[in-house]
């Protein structure tokens, strides 16, 4: 079975924290994603990665960055936390190296508050 | 926005088999319809996808009509642990839409 695991599933900051969410996947995925949920809005894709070093913009970027060092990891940065990002963050994997083609596994996500 | 509609909620008695509907009225040939679900403060899991012949996995069946133009997912014989909002999303297979675009979904409670 697929594993994408997430670092905390709970994580309480402060405005202007920098804040580090990591992803790991152990299928060898080549895709990678972030996104982040909120009620009303649905699932917002922030950033993706469909290989090592590599990133792309996705809807909302802004106040986020990703590294991608290693296939298997990913992470989603906030340089300086605010507010409204407090949200639901979930990290996805998917095989293919068109990666918009695959099925795409997700973790269980990280409950964010901005204090 | 999305393309699909789904009823917000359904009741499903367990040991019975869950029918969700979806319509998806304007997908496109090349478009497949995928099915996931969200268990309460849980992140997304993919249950079964399609592009015209119904398909079966050892989670569900997915029944598509003969226009495409809606989709029915069964769940044989629902668990309580199958209470989860139900997401039916239509994406394009290549091209540039990687990302998944989640609607309100159907709310499946499954009562004993």
């Known amino acids: 079975d697929v594993k994408v695991t997430q670092s905390s599933r709970y994580l309480v900051k402060r405005t202007g924290e920098k804040v580090f969410l990591e992803c790991v996947q152990d299928m060898d995925h080549e895709n990678m994603f972030w996104y982040r949920q909120d009620p009303g809005l649905g699932l917002r894709l922030i950033y993706f990665?469909?290989?090592?070093?590599?990133?792309e913009k996705g809807d909302i970027p802004e106040g986020y960055s990703v590294s991608r060092e290693k296939k298997e990891r990913f992470s989603l940065i906030l340089e300086s936390a605010s507010t409204n990002q407090t949200s639901m963050y979930l990290c996805?994997?998917?095989?293919?190296?068109?990666?918009?083609?695959?099925?795409?596994?997700f973790g269980p996500g990280t409950r964010l508050t901005v204090l | 926005d999305a393309k699909t509609t789904q009823p917000p909620s359904m009741d499903c008695a367990e040991g019975r088999a869950a029918n969700l509907p979806c319509n998806h009225s304007t997908i496109s040939g090349n478009e497949y319809v995928y099915w996931y679900r969200q268990i309460h403060s849980q992140g997304p899991q993919y249950i079964i996808h399609g592009l015209k012949n119904n398909e079966t996995n050892e989670m569900a069946s997915l029944i598509i009509t003969e226009d495409r133009k809606s989709s029915t997912l069964i769940l044989p014989h629902a668990t309580l642990r199958d209470t989860a909002v139900y997401y039916c999303?239509?994406?394009?297979?290549?091209?540039?839409?990687?990302?998944?675009?989640f609607g309100k979904g159907t709310k499946l409670s499954v009562k004993p």
């Open positions: 996805a994997s998917s095989a293919s190296s068109w990666w918009s083609t695959d099925t795409q596994y």
């Open positions: 990665s469909y290989d090592v070093k590599m990133k």
């Open positions: 999303i239509v994406r394009v297979e290549g091209g540039s839409q990687g990302n998944l675009i």
